[in-house]
Nanobody, 120 residues
Framework: QVQLVESGGGLVQAGGSLRLSCAAS????????MGWYRQAPGKQRELVAD???????NYVDSVKGRFTISRDNVKNTVSLQMNSLKPEDTAVYYC??????????????WGQGTQVTVSS
């Protein structure tokens, strides 16, 4: 059974840094895009950053220059380095991946979510 397990997150002061990590586990045949979404209270979930299997990355404008996504295709992991954090970055962050299991079809998987809180 495929699952995404996240780690990282927590409480940090404005201007600080945090690193989120996510590992895909289970019987996996292939993974396309991996990335991170976030959802702040009262707001819709939004894409923060994602990366294709070939290494092409995409960021929401509000995090460009501050966040960096990286990926290890051998270990099936994706990380998000978040620098110069702002209070408006406060949200629950979710790992996301498009995965084809060893015995199954392509599907989108989500992590359980990890809280990031930035204090002013």
């Amino acid at each position: 059974q495929v699952q995404l397990v996240e780690s990282g997150g927590g409480l940090v002061q404005a201007g600080g840094s945090l690193r989120l990590s996510c590992a895909a586990s289970g019987s996996i045949f292939s993974i396309r895009a991996m990335g991170w979404y976030r959802q702040a209270p009262g707001k819709q979930r939004e894409l923060v950053a994602d990366m294709t299997s070939s290494g092409r990355s995409n960021y929401v404008d509000s995090v460009k220059g501050r966040f960096t996504i990286s990926r290890d295709n051998v270990k099936n992991t994706v990380s998000l380095q978040m620098n110069s954090l702002k209070p408006e970055d406060t949200a629950v962050y979710y790992c996301n991946a498009e995965i084809r299991p060893a015995y199954g079809y392509w599907n989108v998987y989500w992590g359980q979510g990890t809280q990031v809180t930035v204090s002013s």
